[in-house]
T-cell receptor, first 116, second 113 residues
Framework: DAGITQSPRYKITETGRQVTLMCHQT?????MFWYRQDLGHGLRLIYY???????DKGEVPDGYVVSRSKTENFPLTLESATRSQTSVYFC???????????????FGPGTRLTVL | GDSVTQMEGPVTLSEEAFLTINCTYT??????LFWYVQYPGEGLQLLLK?????DKGSNKGFEATYRKETTSFHLEKGSVQVSDSAVYFC????????????FGQGTTLQVKP
């Protein structure tokens, strides 16, 4: 199916374990993003990528690792999960905007992660 | 730095009431402005956008006008429905084509029949 998908949709893990959240988009969009959504904080950017093999930190990158070997995939890894990383994680993608601004971001359905 | 401020919620309205959700921004350059909506259990969806001053974005009965003089992008709808119950996020694009959006905190709207 076309669009942006995330897997798994729900994940329960334990403190200290490594967890990888997957994100896949079929539009060949240049930009991809990872956000976390927590009550009282809205959406906070974790990492983003402007193209394959180009990634950069967002607002809250500590404890997370990303890679982008292919344009369509942008996995997010929690190297050693902590309880504070319990959250809902959203992946998004967008095409390059014009006139120095970004274009619309399209969001995946989210992954609800619980760290015990 | 760039930022977006939304009115705090939750906002509770009766069906067919008029809706306004305030959004103001601080930005360098000339950002594009967006409203996204998140229905329960789902990801965010673009509701409308405006790319330059005085532009009006509209969709599904919702409207917002890009006001550069007041740095605002307030969301309005003349008659809300129960199905409009959701969280609404105001956002702006960052200048310099970095691809990033800056989001407000979100405003929860609950519409009662």
């Amino acid at each position: 199916d076309a669009g942006i998908t995330q897997s798994p949709r729900y994940k329960i893990t334990e403190t200290g374990r490594q967890v990888t959240l997957m994100c896949h988009q079929t539009w060949s969009h240049s930009y991809m993003f990872w956000y976390r959504q927590d009550l009282g904080h809205g959406l906070r950017l974790i990492y983003y990528s402007a193209a394959a093999d180009i990634t950069d930190k967002g607002e809250v990158p500590d404890g997370y690792v990303v890679s982008r070997s292919k344009t369509e995939n942008f996995p997010l890894t929690l190297e050693s999960a902590t309880r504070s990383q319990t959250s809902v994680y959203f992946c998004a993608s967008s095409e390059t905007g014009t006139s120095g601004t970004t274009d619309t971001q399209y969001f995946g359905p989210g992954t609800r992660l619980t760290v015990l | 730095g760039d930022s977006v401020t939304q009115m705090e919620g939750p906002v509770t309205l009766s069906e067919e009431a008029f809706l306004t959700i305030n959004c103001t921004y601080t930005a360098t350059g000339y950002p594009s402005l967006f409203w996204y909506v998140q229905y329960p259990g789902e990801g965010l969806q673009l509701l409308l956008k405006a790319t330059k001053a005085d532009d009006k974005g509209s969709n599904k009965g919702f409207e917002a006008t890009y006001r550069k003089e007041t740095t605002s992008f307030h969301l309005e709808k003349g008659s809300v429905q129960v199905s409009d119950s959701a969280v609404y996020f105001c956002a702006l694009s960052t200048w310099g084509n970095t691809g990033k959006l800056i989001f407000g905190q979100g405003t929860t709207l609950q519409v009662k029949p």
